[in-house]
T-cell receptor, first 115, second 114 residues
Framework: GAVVSQHPSRVICKSGTSVKIECRSL??????MFWYRQFPKQSLMLMAT?????????EQGVEKDKFLINHASLTLSTLTVTSAHPEDSSFYIC???????????FGPGTRLTVL | AQSVTQLDSHVSVSEGTPVLLRCNYS??????LFWYVQHPNKGLQLLLK??????LVKGINGFEAEFKKSETSFHLTKPSAHMSDAAEYFC????????????FGAGTRLFVKA
């Protein structure tokens, strides 16, 4: 399957700062990537669909000005959490849509802790 | 609208006994269905998927699932549990409306006792 990486794997930041998380498709050109967040002992919640070369599509209730998504190339999508607050602490997971196989491949996730 | 319901938040089995993790779905279109496993502090791994081919789908590590349209179910089974199967399992529905949108179930935590 496609290999998806995320960087960093863990990040701790102070409240009010911004944090950028990278999602890379290592062996596949991805026109569509997804960003999820997962709170402890809970399921994944889709935040947004990232489309290469166009604006991301955000799910209802997700603030697009707070969670900035950039999908500038076919192998890289970034999620920037702006003015982070402790309630933004979560596990953020990206995935790549592999259309020919009708399957998503997930990155290993990024643990964000906001102090 | 799509939805997916995992009927059990926790399932506990003894090693060597069968595993059944239940999933029901709702979709307006012909759905694609997936099971993923998440081990602690690790990423999601695809176990198997149904995409309108054979209704009995075989996956990795001895898992399989059967798509039953009449029951709107996609239960995950394994004949004999292994200690390494202890993890969180997610049932996922995705419909082919062009948006590739996927909805995750709440997850089922599988415990395997020695």
């Amino acid at each position: 399957g496609a290999v998806v990486s995320q960087h960093p794997s863990r990040v701790i930041c102070k409240s009010g700062t911004s944090v950028k998380i990278e999602c890379r498709s290592l062996d596949f050109q991805a026109t569509t990537m997804f960003w999820y967040r997962q709170f402890p002992k809970q399921s994944l919640m889709l935040m947004a669909t990232s489309n290469e070369g166009s604006k991301a599509t955000y799910e209802q209730g997700v603030e697009k000005d707070k969670f900035l998504i950039n999908h500038a190339s076919l192998t890289l999508s970034t999620l920037t959490v702006t003015s982070a607050h402790p309630e933004d602490s979560s596990f953020y997971i990206c995935s790549v849509w592999f259309g020919s196989k009708n399957t998503q491949y997930f990155g290993p996730g990024t643990r964000l802790t906001v102090l | 609208a799509q939805s997916v319901t995992q009927l059990d938040s926790h399932v506990s089995v003894s090693e060597g006994t069968p595993v059944l993790l239940r999933c029901n779905y709702s979709s307006s279109y012909s759905p694609s269905l997936f099971w993923y496993v998440q081990h602690p502090n690790k990423g999601l791994q695809l176990l198997l998927k149904y995409t309108s081919a054979a209704t009995l789908v075989k996956g990795i590590n001895g898992f399989e699932a059967e798509f039953k349209k009449s029951e709107t179910s996609f239960h995950l089974t394994k004949p004999s549990a292994h200690m390494s199967d202890a993890a969180e399992y997610f049932c996922v529905v995705s419909d082919d409306t062009g948006g590739f949108k996927t909805i995750f179930g709440a997850g089922t935590r599988l415990f395997v006792k020695a």
